[in-house]
């Protein structure tokens, strides 16, 4: 984690940065994000079967996802996106 100053006697000859952090949070049973979590599950699913995680078949993974998220009325956050 970075900390960043804003002390206006900053000795430093370069400006201070200035980053902007977008995000979604999103819920509901048209939401892209279980496709989206089941495509990341799928790319680990070697590393989730060698330390014996995969409980489920990575296609049934989003209706799963997105049945027990609707059934507790969860909104979802993805990861958020840092462009500086």
Not at 30 to 59: F, K, W
């Amino acid at each position: 984690m970075a900390t960043v100053t804003t002390d206006t006697q900053d000795p430093r000859p370069y400006p201070l940065p200035q980053i902007i952090l977008g995000g979604r949070v999103e819920g509901g049973p048209r939401s892209p994000i279980y496709d989206h979590y089941a495509g990341v599950a799928h790319s680990l699913l070697p590393v989730m079967e060698r330390l014996g995680l995969a409980q489920t078949s990575i296609s049934t993974a989003s209706p799963i996802g997105c049945a027990e998220a609707v059934a507790g009325n969860a909104c979802i956050m993805p990861p958020l996106l840092v462009g500086a």
